[in-house]
């Protein structure tokens, strides 16, 4: 067959192939025909007649995507030797079954092929050709068991894994159902009770110029808000809703001291010291309601962790993409094995004062912001914990940045 016939006929499908080596052609051809005659249905046979030949056929072989299976090669051949040439192949086709054929001289490099070059058989010239197709069948169905094996052995672990994946979903989805259910009989009641703080509003008419009773008023009615906001991302969670938050452009720095403003009710936070230092001072695009739902999280989580005169920081930073801003903490820190949990839904340490659910809430509104949320904590010393927002999220035109 010409050359490139040959390439083209080789390159459809994968062959396997017996590789024979021997610098003696008419017994070289011997063995390949003894081998094809045998094998001829499986297997492709090849033959060289030095070594370097052998790896530069073997090289090809692979190159245009075969497999050889079984490498049979004389020992006393010119330049390299049989040993020497099988010790290199192992290196790189550790798989490749090898034979050695030797004559009584070369037993020394044979046992020294089976510890170097992992030999599997020698043949002492002159064989018994029996015995020797014997010995190739022998060897190459074990190959092919071990490839079963191994396959099996694969497949297996695949669906091993989707098992456990499934039974983790399983889990969740069940998790889910009961928040769900809950959530929509929690959410009813809460929204109920919500409107009766619209008459907040009617308070504010009514006395339009103590200032002081307008401030509380409108506070009330800022909680009403984002109570209400709470709620829907407990909704959207339960349900899984993915759709985008409205987001319109903020001063990043208006909204963190907004939820200070809100964290500073809280009885446990007066008696921490909280710092800010902002480096920049972006206008971003986003929820903002939402944001303030993440930082107040970050916050009630430090001062959770804090002991009375912890100190909380807020550090805005940013680099070419994204705006960073890290809230840290001096409190309890977090065990190093438990750095993946804290964002598993339902992973609390509070027990019965925590839902477990503030981290995958932060996660998610984050993630809608196309931004991300990490994590650095030392066990007895505090906690980091580092959001990302994206300075240009690219979306719509209304995404645009402006600095002040
Ligand atoms: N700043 C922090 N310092 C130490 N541990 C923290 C900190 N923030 C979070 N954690 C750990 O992560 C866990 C999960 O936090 P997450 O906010 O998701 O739930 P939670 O605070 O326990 O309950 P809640 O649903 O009320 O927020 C906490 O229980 C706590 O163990
Ligand atoms: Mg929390």
Redesign the pocket.
């Known amino acids: 067959m010409p050359d490139s016939e040959h390439k083209q006929a080789t390159c459809e499908t994968t062959r396997k192939v017996i590789v024979c080596v021997d610098d003696d052609r008419a017994l070289l051809e011997g063995l390949t025909q003894q081998l094809d005659a045998a094998f001829g249905e499986e297997y492709d046979v090849e033959g060289a007649e030095s070594a370097l030949e052998a790896i530069e056929l073997i090289e090809r072989l692979y190159e245009e995507g075969h497999v050889v299976d079984m490498v049979i090669s004389d020992q006393v051949m010119p330049g390299m030797k049989g040993d020497e040439l099988l010790e290199r192949l192992h290196v790189q086709y550790p798989d490749t079954i090898k034979i050695m054929l030797t004559g009584q001289a070369g037993l020394d490099s044979a046992i020294h092929a089976i510890n170097n070059a992992g030999l599997s058989r020698y043949l002492v010239k002159p064989w018994d050709d029996d015995e020797f197709i014997l010995a190739v069948r022998d060897l190459l169905d074990r190959l092919e068991l071990e490839r079963e094996n191994k396959r099996l052995f694969q497949e297996l672990q695949v669906a091993y894994k989707q098992l456990v994946e499934t039974q983790e979903q399983l889990i969740e989805t069940e998790k889910l159902a009961v928040v769900g259910k809950m959530a929509t009989g929690i959410v009813h009641e809460i929204r109920n009770q919500l409107t009766v703080l619209g008459y907040a509003e009617v308070i504010k008419m009514a006395v339009p110029d103590n200032q002081k009773v307008n401030e509380y008023v409108q506070n009330v009615l800022d909680a009403r808000v984002r109570i209400l906001s709470v709620v829907d991302e407990i909704r959207r969670f339960a349900r899984k809703q993915t759709q985008p938050y409205q987001k319109d452009s903020y001063l990043l720095t208006e909204v963190i001291e907004s939820a200070l403003t809100i964290i500073a009710y809280d009885q446990d936070a007066k008696r921490r010291k909280f710092i800010t230092e902002y480096q920049v001072e972006p206008f971003l695009v986003l929820n903002r309601n939402k944001i303030i739902q993440v930082l107040l999280?970050?916050l009630?989580?430090?001062i959770?962790?804090?002991t009375e005169d912890g100190t909380i920081t807020i550090v805005v930073t940013k680099n070419a993409e994204y705006v960073i801003i890290d809230?840290s903490?001096d409190?309890?820190?977090?065990p190093s094995n438990?750095l993946e949990?804290?964002?598993e839904?339902f992973?609390?340490?509070?027990g019965e004062?925590?839902?477990?659910?503030?981290?995958?809430?932060?996660k998610r509104i984050i993630k809608g912001h196309s931004g991300s949320i990490s994590?650095q904590?030392e066990e007895g010393k505090?906690?980091t914990?580092t959001i990302r927002l994206p300075l240009d999220s690219g979306d719509t035109a209304d995404n645009t940045v402006s600095s002040s």
Request: with cysteine; net charge positive.
């Open positions: 999280n970050m009630r989580n430090a959770q962790a804090t809230v903490d409190g309890c820190g977090i438990q949990s804290i964002w839904p992973f609390t340490t509070k004062r925590g839902t477990g659910l503030g981290l995958e809430i932060c994590c904590s505090g906690s914990f």
